[in-house]
């Protein structure tokens, strides 16, 4: 059993939980034609935060901080605001910058050196102005991980507890839509890296074949062995591009002819090859190369030691608001637990690109996107997963490019 994409999962329970808030804000307005002072209070907060948290979805920066840095300040309700990483303040809202800015990151490194919150007074914030209303101020550590990453900084005219538990929260707060921002950035990098040992994995033995294949044409049949060689060229083409992590289905299942073409033509009429495709799913997006490998894995352990003939079925479904993705062949079939060992990378086989597949469907859509798989020693496998027909979030710069 896998673990929930926890960064996903906050965003989510985040949304959900500020959708609720305001339908039945807007439900009491509706009925009782206003709102208490303590509803107005929530409501403000929430849309505040919620207001802080786009920018800081960018990470941690000036322009972050000097976007973010107002709506932090109205949640605490200080006189001033400054946002620092480990080196510099990156941004100041608020009254006091010309005399109290250069002076926050001496401070802040006194205070905060041990990862904790700490209180200036009005010795500690070197306020040599006596009218000046910036006395005092609560540092609290900004966490990414296990390392302090900057801080934050309330100023105002005097320190209360109120203040430092409210600075503590807003802190954490920030602290964690930070760390969703660098999941963010993190998952092209890692979807990267999982294509790259992918492409690394395509099977020499298939390129082998393939070629074997197409010189055994050269003299009996040299136009079959012209229009091999042009799908081999295009498959290698495709599998090999770079570019974005996504293509649409309609392009995914291109390649997979090609790929079953250049093997029919090996393996002759042992080979037989059904599709059953919805037309309304083609334009779907799904993580590129994420149903060839399911496709060889199908054709090399599935169908190459089975005795007779062999078939491969590939079916794509509309199932509402998701796309049914499924592989299935009637060969060897392998015991479940083989499967599982495949799937956490614990079994060392061969078996092309299952555990690389399941992993990218994880990263993008959840845990429920992963890879079913269905199987018997003798009984053939049937792979399936699920994705949305609709993938806001993926823009057309995440297309691998032609």
Not at 41 to 59: D, E, K, M, V
Not at 85 to 107: F, I, K, N, Q
Not at 284 to 303: D, M, S
Request: a negative charge.
């Amino acid at each position: 059993m896998r673990s929930f994409d926890v960064p996903t999962a906050i965003v989510v329970a985040g949304g959900m939980l500020l959708l609720w808030l305001a339908l039945w804000l807007q439900r009491r307005l509706r009925r009782r034609g206003f709102i208490s002072p303590v509803d107005q209070a929530t409501y403000s907060t929430l849309h505040r935060a919620s207001l802080a948290a786009r920018h800081l979805s960018t990470g941690l920066s000036s322009e972050a901080g000097d976007k973010a840095g107002k709506h932090l300040l109205a949640l605490l309700g200080a006189r001033a605001l400054a946002i620092t990483d480990r080196v510099d303040v990156l941004s100041w809202t608020g009254p006091g910058e010309t005399l109290h800015r250069p002076l926050t990151m001496a401070v802040n490194g006194a205070l905060t050196g041990a990862g904790r919150t700490s209180a200036a007074d009005h010795r500690e914030v070197n306020c040599s102005d006596p009218e000046c209303e910036l006395r005092s101020a609560v540092f609290v550590p900004l966490v990414l991980g296990d390392d302090v990453i900057g801080s934050l900084a309330a100023y105002t005219d005097s320190s209360s507890p109120g203040l430092v538990r409210a600075t503590e929260e807003v802190a954490a707060w920030v602290s964690a839509q930070l760390e969703l921002a660098q999941s963010s950035r993190d998952r092209p990098r890692l979807m990267e890296a999982e294509l790259r040992a992918l492409r690394a994995q395509i099977s020499p033995h298939f390129i082998y074949n393939a070629l074997a294949a197409i010189a055994s044409f050269v003299r009996t049949d040299p136009d079959r062995a012209r229009d091999l060689l042009l799908e081999f060229a295009d498959f290698t083409r495709y599998a090999l591009r770079r570019g974005g992590n996504f293509t649409t289905l309609q392009e995914e299942l291109r390649n997979v002819e090609r790929y079953l073409v250049l093997e029919q033509a090996r393996f002759g009429e042992r080979l037989q090859v059904s599709l059953l495709i919805a037309p309304e799913v083609l334009s779907v997006k799904v993580p590129y190369l994420a149903v060839q490998p399911l496709v060889e894995n199908a054709v090399r352990h599935g169908l190459a030691a089975k005795e007779g003939i062999g078939h491969v079925t590939i079916l794509a479904s509309d199932r509402g608001h998701l796309a049914e993705i499924v592989v299935e062949d009637d060969g060897v079939g392998t015991e479940p637990d083989r499967v599982r060992r495949i799937l956490d990378a614990t079994d060392g086989s061969d078996s092309v690109g299952l555990g690389n597949v399941d992993a990218r469907l994880r990263q993008v859509f959840g845990d429920a996107s992963g890879l079913t798989i269905e199987t018997a020693p003798g009984a053939g496998t049937k792979v399936s997963f699920v994705v949305p027909k609709f993938s806001p979030g993926i823009s057309d710069d995440d297309y691998a490019s032609r």
